[in-house]
Protein backbone atom coordinates (compact mmCIF):
# COMPACT_ATOMS: atom_id res chain seq x y z
CA UNK A 1 0.00 0.00 0.00
CA UNK A 2 1.44 3.39 -0.54
CA UNK A 3 3.91 2.49 -3.30
CA UNK A 4 5.51 5.63 -5.41
CA UNK A 5 5.92 4.74 -8.74
CA UNK A 6 8.94 2.98 -9.20
CA UNK A 7 9.31 1.55 -5.51
CA UNK A 8 5.98 0.22 -5.17
CA UNK A 9 7.00 -3.03 -6.21
CA UNK A 10 9.92 -3.56 -3.55
CA UNK A 11 13.63 -5.15 -4.72
CA UNK A 12 13.05 -8.71 -4.60
CA UNK A 13 14.48 -10.36 -7.78
CA UNK A 14 11.47 -12.87 -8.30
CA UNK A 15 11.44 -16.59 -9.57
CA UNK A 16 10.49 -17.15 -13.33
CA UNK A 17 6.67 -18.28 -12.16
CA UNK A 18 6.17 -15.73 -9.12
CA UNK A 19 7.28 -12.88 -12.04
CA UNK A 20 4.48 -14.72 -15.21
CA UNK A 21 2.12 -13.84 -11.90
CA UNK A 22 2.76 -11.33 -10.83
CA UNK A 23 2.84 -9.29 -14.20
CA UNK A 24 -0.24 -10.67 -15.64
CA UNK A 25 -2.18 -10.24 -12.25
CA UNK A 26 -0.91 -7.02 -11.99
CA UNK A 27 -1.56 -6.02 -15.61
CA UNK A 28 -5.20 -7.51 -15.05
CA UNK A 29 -6.05 -5.50 -12.04
CA UNK A 30 -4.16 -2.10 -13.13
CA UNK A 31 -6.66 -2.04 -16.57
CA UNK A 32 -9.84 -2.64 -13.79
CA UNK A 33 -8.85 -0.10 -11.08
CA UNK A 34 -7.31 2.70 -13.70
CA UNK A 35 -10.96 4.36 -13.81
CA UNK A 36 -11.54 4.25 -10.14
CA UNK A 37 -8.13 5.24 -9.71
CA UNK A 38 -8.40 8.23 -11.87
CA UNK A 39 -11.85 8.96 -10.62
CA UNK A 40 -10.14 9.17 -6.91
CA UNK A 41 -7.68 11.86 -8.07
CA UNK A 42 -9.89 14.22 -9.93
CA UNK A 43 -11.84 14.19 -6.19
CA UNK A 44 -8.63 15.29 -4.51
CA UNK A 45 -7.47 11.80 -2.76
CA UNK A 46 -4.02 11.62 -2.36
CA UNK A 47 -2.32 8.06 -2.57
CA UNK A 48 -1.22 8.00 1.03
CA UNK A 49 -5.24 8.73 1.97
CA UNK A 50 -5.57 5.55 -0.09
CA UNK A 51 -2.58 3.36 1.48
CA UNK A 52 -3.68 4.68 5.28
CA UNK A 53 -7.77 3.90 4.13
CA UNK A 54 -6.90 0.67 2.98
CA UNK A 55 -4.90 -0.34 6.31
CA UNK A 56 -7.31 0.63 8.59
CA UNK A 57 -9.99 -1.36 6.80
CA UNK A 58 -7.61 -4.49 6.63
CA UNK A 59 -7.29 -4.39 10.71
CA UNK A 60 -11.07 -3.52 11.01
CA UNK A 61 -12.10 -6.80 8.83
CA UNK A 62 -9.37 -8.57 11.16
CA UNK A 63 -9.48 -7.45 14.27
CA UNK A 64 -13.54 -7.18 14.82
CA UNK A 65 -14.25 -9.68 12.65
CA UNK A 66 -11.40 -12.84 13.17
CA UNK A 67 -11.72 -12.52 16.83
CA UNK A 68 -15.34 -13.62 16.73
CA UNK A 69 -14.97 -16.09 14.04
CA UNK A 70 -16.92 -14.92 11.19
CA UNK A 71 -13.84 -15.56 8.88
CA UNK A 72 -15.64 -15.19 5.24
CA UNK A 73 -16.92 -11.60 6.08
CA UNK A 74 -13.93 -10.80 7.73
CA UNK A 75 -12.32 -11.61 5.11
CA UNK A 76 -14.51 -10.36 2.35
CA UNK A 77 -13.83 -7.07 4.21
CA UNK A 78 -10.29 -7.56 4.55
CA UNK A 79 -9.83 -8.50 0.20
CA UNK A 80 -11.67 -5.27 -0.53
CA UNK A 81 -9.14 -2.88 1.30
CA UNK A 82 -6.50 -5.30 0.37
CA UNK A 83 -7.00 -3.76 -3.18
CA UNK A 84 -5.64 0.11 -1.97
CA UNK A 85 -2.66 -1.62 -2.38
CA UNK A 86 -2.69 -1.67 -6.59
CA UNK A 87 -5.19 1.70 -6.70
CA UNK A 88 -2.41 4.40 -4.23
CA UNK A 89 0.20 2.92 -6.98
CA UNK A 90 -2.14 2.66 -9.87
CA UNK A 91 -2.51 7.03 -8.87
CA UNK A 92 1.29 7.65 -7.92
CA UNK A 93 1.65 6.46 -11.72
CA UNK A 94 -0.71 8.28 -13.29
CA UNK A 95 0.50 11.74 -11.19
CA UNK A 96 4.03 11.07 -12.02
CA UNK A 97 5.10 11.14 -8.29
CA UNK A 98 7.59 8.73 -6.87
CA UNK A 99 8.77 9.24 -3.44
CA UNK A 100 10.76 7.29 -0.49
CA UNK A 101 7.90 8.58 1.66
CA UNK A 102 5.38 6.80 -0.54
CA UNK A 103 7.58 3.51 -0.45
CA UNK A 104 8.24 3.64 3.55
CA UNK A 105 4.66 4.62 4.31
CA UNK A 106 3.63 1.57 2.21
CA UNK A 107 6.41 -1.15 3.53
CA UNK A 108 5.46 -0.19 6.93
CA UNK A 109 1.87 0.00 6.84
CA UNK A 110 2.15 -3.88 5.34
CA UNK A 111 3.58 -4.73 8.32
CA UNK A 112 1.11 -3.55 10.43
CA UNK A 113 -1.77 -5.17 8.45
CA UNK A 114 -0.46 -8.27 8.33
CA UNK A 115 0.06 -8.00 12.32
CA UNK A 116 -4.06 -7.39 12.52
CA UNK A 117 -4.47 -10.38 10.57
CA UNK A 118 -2.61 -13.15 12.34
CA UNK A 119 -3.11 -11.43 15.72
CA UNK A 120 -6.96 -11.62 14.50
CA UNK A 121 -6.44 -15.53 14.55
CA UNK A 122 -4.53 -15.62 17.42
CA UNK A 123 -7.47 -13.35 19.62
CA UNK A 124 -10.00 -16.53 18.14
CA UNK A 125 -8.19 -19.62 19.03
CA UNK A 126 -7.04 -17.49 22.97
CA UNK A 127 -10.85 -16.78 23.10
CA UNK A 128 -13.88 -19.01 21.47
CA UNK A 129 -11.81 -20.86 19.34
CA UNK A 130 -9.91 -22.23 22.87
CA UNK A 131 -6.59 -23.54 21.31
CA UNK A 132 -3.55 -22.72 22.65
CA UNK A 133 -1.67 -24.85 19.96
CA UNK A 134 -3.11 -22.46 17.36
CA UNK A 135 -3.16 -19.54 18.96
CA UNK A 136 0.58 -19.83 19.22
CA UNK A 137 1.16 -20.87 15.64
CA UNK A 138 -1.01 -18.02 14.52
CA UNK A 139 1.79 -15.74 17.19
CA UNK A 140 4.81 -17.31 15.32
CA UNK A 141 2.97 -16.58 11.77
CA UNK A 142 2.74 -12.75 12.78
CA UNK A 143 6.59 -12.86 14.15
CA UNK A 144 7.91 -14.85 11.75
CA UNK A 145 6.73 -12.75 9.33
CA UNK A 146 8.01 -9.92 10.58
CA UNK A 147 11.53 -11.25 10.64
CA UNK A 148 11.21 -12.45 7.20
CA UNK A 149 10.70 -8.77 6.24
CA UNK A 150 13.02 -7.33 8.52
CA UNK A 151 16.25 -9.53 7.25
CA UNK A 152 15.86 -8.90 3.65
CA UNK A 153 15.68 -4.95 4.55
CA UNK A 154 18.51 -5.27 7.00
CA UNK A 155 20.50 -7.24 4.56
CA UNK A 156 20.11 -4.57 1.93
CA UNK A 157 20.80 -1.34 4.49
CA UNK A 158 24.18 -2.80 4.50
CA UNK A 159 25.21 -3.21 0.89
CA UNK A 160 24.23 -6.77 0.33
CA UNK A 161 21.86 -7.68 -2.43
CA UNK A 162 19.69 -10.44 -0.47
CA UNK A 163 19.25 -12.30 -3.74
CA UNK A 164 16.71 -14.79 -1.92
CA UNK A 165 12.68 -15.49 -2.44
CA UNK A 166 12.22 -17.66 -0.23
CA UNK A 167 9.49 -20.22 -0.21
CA UNK A 168 6.69 -18.79 1.41
CA UNK A 169 6.79 -14.86 1.21
CA UNK A 170 4.20 -11.66 1.98
CA UNK A 171 2.17 -12.41 -0.66
CA UNK A 172 2.13 -16.30 -0.45
CA UNK A 173 1.35 -15.83 3.55
CA UNK A 174 -1.30 -13.51 2.97
CA UNK A 175 -3.81 -15.71 -0.20
CA UNK A 176 -2.89 -18.81 1.51
CA UNK A 177 -4.27 -17.55 4.71
CA UNK A 178 -6.95 -15.62 3.43
CA UNK A 179 -8.39 -18.39 1.13
CA UNK A 180 -8.52 -20.35 3.75
CA UNK A 181 -10.13 -18.52 6.40
CA UNK A 182 -12.80 -17.28 3.72
CA UNK A 183 -13.65 -21.07 3.04
CA UNK A 184 -13.08 -21.33 6.85
CA UNK A 185 -16.44 -19.15 7.06
CA UNK A 186 -18.57 -21.09 5.09
CA UNK A 187 -19.06 -23.35 8.60
CA UNK A 188 -21.34 -21.22 9.73
CA UNK A 189 -22.90 -21.48 6.41
CA UNK A 190 -23.80 -24.91 6.61
CA UNK A 191 -20.29 -26.68 4.71
CA UNK A 192 -19.07 -29.34 7.29
CA UNK A 193 -16.10 -29.90 7.73
CA UNK A 194 -14.38 -26.87 5.73
CA UNK A 195 -13.47 -25.08 9.29
CA UNK A 196 -9.77 -27.13 9.34
CA UNK A 197 -8.53 -25.23 6.15
CA UNK A 198 -7.85 -22.43 8.22
CA UNK A 199 -5.63 -24.65 10.97
CA UNK A 200 -4.03 -26.33 7.72
CA UNK A 201 -3.13 -23.41 6.19
CA UNK A 202 -1.82 -21.87 9.64
CA UNK A 203 0.49 -24.76 10.00
CA UNK A 204 2.06 -24.23 6.27
CA UNK A 205 2.63 -20.52 6.44
CA UNK A 206 4.55 -21.30 9.60
CA UNK A 207 6.54 -23.78 8.69
CA UNK A 208 7.06 -22.01 4.95
CA UNK A 209 8.06 -18.93 6.77
CA UNK A 210 10.86 -21.03 9.08
CA UNK A 211 11.92 -21.92 6.05
CA UNK A 212 12.03 -18.40 4.33
CA UNK A 213 13.82 -17.11 6.99
CA UNK A 214 16.31 -19.65 7.18
CA UNK A 215 16.98 -19.39 3.64
CA UNK A 216 17.40 -15.22 3.83
CA UNK A 217 19.99 -16.16 7.26
CA UNK A 218 22.32 -18.14 4.88
CA UNK A 219 22.21 -16.06 1.65
CA UNK A 220 23.05 -12.48 3.86
CA UNK A 221 25.91 -14.89 5.68
CA UNK A 222 27.14 -16.49 2.12
CA UNK A 223 26.73 -12.30 0.47
CA UNK A 224 28.49 -11.47 3.71
CA UNK A 225 31.70 -13.14 3.83
CA UNK A 226 31.25 -12.83 -0.12
CA UNK A 227 31.42 -9.00 0.55
CA UNK A 228 34.54 -9.02 2.95
CA UNK A 229 36.78 -11.38 0.99
CA UNK A 230 36.24 -9.30 -2.23
CA UNK A 231 37.33 -6.30 -0.07
CA UNK A 232 39.90 -7.87 1.76
CA UNK A 233 41.56 -9.14 -1.79
CA UNK A 234 41.01 -5.03 -3.28
CA UNK A 235 44.13 -3.46 -1.38
CA UNK A 236 46.33 -6.47 -2.88
CA UNK A 237 45.18 -6.10 -6.28
CA UNK A 238 44.92 -2.38 -5.85
CA UNK A 239 49.39 -2.70 -4.77
CA UNK A 240 49.91 -4.87 -7.69
CA UNK A 241 48.61 -2.79 -10.40
CA UNK A 242 50.71 0.18 -8.74
CA UNK A 243 53.64 -1.84 -8.83
CA UNK A 244 53.24 -2.72 -12.28
Known amino acids: MGQPVTSRGRGATPTVGKAMLNKYAR ?27 GTAGVMAG ?12 GTVVITLFVFSDLVDGNMARQLGRSSR ?10 RVADGAIFGGFA ?44 LVERAERL ?24 PVALWIVA ?6 LVQRVVTVRRESAEAEAAAAAQPGAQGRETAQ
Do not use: M
Open 123 to 166: LWYAGNGDDNVLCAVSIFCLASGQVVSYTKARGESIGLPVAVNG
Open 207 to 212: VGSLVT
Open 101 to 110: WGAFLDSTLD
Open 62 to 73: ALVFYPRGEFFW
Open 175 to 198: VISLVAAGFAGLHKFGVPGIQYLL
Open 27 to 53: AFFTRVLTPFAAFLIRRGVSPDTVTLI
